[in-house]
Nanobody, 118 residues
Framework: QVQLVESGGGLVQPGGSLRLSCAAS????????LAWYRQVPGKQRELVAR???????YYADSVKGRFTISRDNAKNTVSLQMNSLKPEDTAVYHC????????????WGQGTQVTVSS
């Protein structure tokens, strides 16, 4: 069973930066996709960024040029560097680990709150 634990959330002023980290533990196999999602009440959960085992990355249009996703395979972590934060970035951010080959392999972290406000 894979467990994901996020950290790094908090309160930051507009234009500021935060770095989210997600530590994975447990037996991991066939997990080639690591991603960050965010969700606010009343809205659909949004894919923010994804990184594949190959290093290929995807970013939502709303965060392109501001956020960077990375992974450290030695530490089994995935991070999200968030720069130039905007109030609309406020959300609960969830780490996700999944397989593009087996949809049954899909794991979520508990989430970490990011609040962007002056």
């Amino acid at each position: 069973q894979v467990q994901l634990v996020e950290s790094g959330g908090g309160l930051v002023q507009p234009g500021g930066s935060l770095r989210l980290s997600c530590a994975a533990s447990g037996i991991i196999f066939s997990i080639n996709q690591l991603a960050w999602y965010r969700q606010v009440p009343g809205k659909q959960r949004e894919l923010v960024a994804r990184i594949a085992g190959s290093g290929w990355t995807y970013y939502a249009d709303s965060v392109k040029g501001r956020f960077t996703i990375s992974r450290d395979n030695a530490k089994n972590t995935v991070s999200l560097q968030m720069n130039s934060l905007k109030p609309e970035d406020t959300a609960v951010y969830h780490c996700n680990a999944a397989s593009s080959y087996n949809p049954e392999l899909n794991y979520w972290g508990q989430g970490t709150q990011v609040t962007v406000s002056s």
